[in-house]
Each structure stands twice: as C-alpha cells, then as structure tokens.
C-alpha cells in the first residue's frame, strides 16, 4: 500500500535538493503569513494548558542551550557528562540534589566542573584566588581557636564562653564541625 506521507519522509530525507525546496517554500509560506501564524500561537497558548506548558520547557531548553553555548562553549550534552562524571555533586561540598552552576576561569574561560550556588558564589566573591580562599580558611580557624572580645565584663564574658564551650573547648556552633 503507497503512503505518501511516507514517501515524503523519505525522500526529505535522502533528496537534498528537494529538502531545500520544500523548506524554502515553508519558510516563504511563514514570512506570508506571519500576523496569523501569530495570532493562532497566542490563541492556543492562553487555552490549551497542555501546549503552553510544553512551550515553556521548550523554551527554558532552548535558553539553557543557548547559555551554555555562548557562555561557556559548551553543549547540553557536555554538562550532562560532567554531571554525571561528579555524581550530580557539588565538585566542592559534595552535595547531591541541587541545581549545579558551571563554574569557569573568567581570566582564560576554561569550564573546571560544575558547583553548588553556594559554592560558586564563594569563589566569584574571592575573584578566583586560591591566596584569598586560604586567609579566609586561616581566619576562621583562629577565630574558632578563641574566645571573641565583647563589650561584657571579663568575668561574665568567661561565664557566658564557659557554658557555650563544647567539650574540645570551643566557643561557638562550629565546634563539631572539622576545620
């Protein structure tokens, strides 16, 4: 039995001369019609939910495609490796069930793997530098090594760092986490 949709099909796909063809006609047909083919579109997306959710994730995938292209130089497909390679972690807290950023070097634009908000943000804010990362780590060692100065007496200021010393003698919440 002849199907000449099928026909079609295949010869759109094995015909390059009439696959030109018949794209040039559809693209003069849309440049004719362009106010109605418009208008219908707007119709359809205000009543027909099911359409207007599938070209909103249509175009949220476009714009995602388009970032990681311009941005980046990389495709979809790239940053699904990556996510995968990392185990859909933070490549530096390791935490698992977030959105993950692709995190690049903004002096050469080279893509180093894919980061938490969090942790991205913290090395936008440190411009990059491994120097600056290192004294904010130094800092919060000392700072957890000491009781803080305040505005208190001296014997309440000891009271008050005695009753919220953990058992290794720290002062604040950090005491169990590992530095």
Same mark, same amino acid.
């Given at each position: 039995?002849?199907?000449?949709?099928?026909?079609?099909?295949?010869?759109? #796909? *094995?015909?390059?001369?009439?696959? *030109?063809?018949?794209?040039?006609?559809?693209?003069?047909?849309?440049?004719?019609?362009?106010?109605?083919?418009?208008? %219908?579109?707007?119709?359809? $997306?205000?009543?027909?939910?099911?359409? $207007?959710?599938?070209? +909103?994730?249509?175009?949220?995938?476009?714009?995602?495609?388009? +970032?990681?292209?311009?941005?980046?130089?990389?495709? /979809?497909?790239?940053?699904?490796?990556?996510?995968? $390679?990392?185990?859909?972690?933070?490549?530096?807290? %390791?935490?698992?069930? +977030?959105?993950?950023?692709?995190?690049?070097?903004? #002096?050469?634009? %080279?893509?180093?793997? /894919? /980061?938490?908000?969090?942790?991205?943000?913290? @090395?936008?804010?440190?411009?990059? =530098?491994?120097?600056?990362? @290192?004294?904010?780590?130094?800092? @919060? +060692?000392?700072?957890?090594?000491?009781?803080?100065?305040?505005?208190?007496?001296?014997?309440?200021?000891?009271?008050?760092?005695? =009753?919220?010393? =953990?058992?290794?003698?720290?002062?604040?919440?950090?005491?169990?986490?590992?530095?």
């Amino acid at each position: 039995m002849f199907s000449h949709s099928a026909w079609h099909k295949k010869r759109f #796909a *094995e015909n390059a001369e009439y696959r *030109e063809k018949i794209r040039t006609a559809w693209r003069r047909y849309r440049e004719g019609h362009r106010d109605e083919i418009n208008e %219908r579109r707007r119709l359809r $997306r205000r009543t027909d939910q099911a359409f $207007r959710d599938k070209d +909103r994730k249509s175009k949220r995938e476009w714009e995602r495609r388009k +970032r990681y292209h311009e941005v980046y130089r990389i495709s /979809l497909e790239d940053y699904d490796a990556m996510h995968k $390679r990392q185990n859909g972690a933070c490549a530096i807290c %390791r935490g698992a069930g +977030r959105t993950l950023c692709v995190d690049h070097c903004h #002096a050469c634009g %080279r893509v180093r793997g /894919l /980061l938490c908000g969090k942790c991205n943000s913290v @090395l936008g804010f440190c411009d990059d =530098s491994p120097a600056h990362l @290192l004294a904010a780590a130094a800092y @919060l +060692r000392a700072s957890c090594a000491e009781v803080p100065a305040s505005s208190m007496t001296a014997a309440a200021s000891v009271e008050t760092a005695r =009753s919220h010393a =953990s058992a290794d003698g720290r002062h604040c919440r950090c005491a169990g986490k590992a530095l």
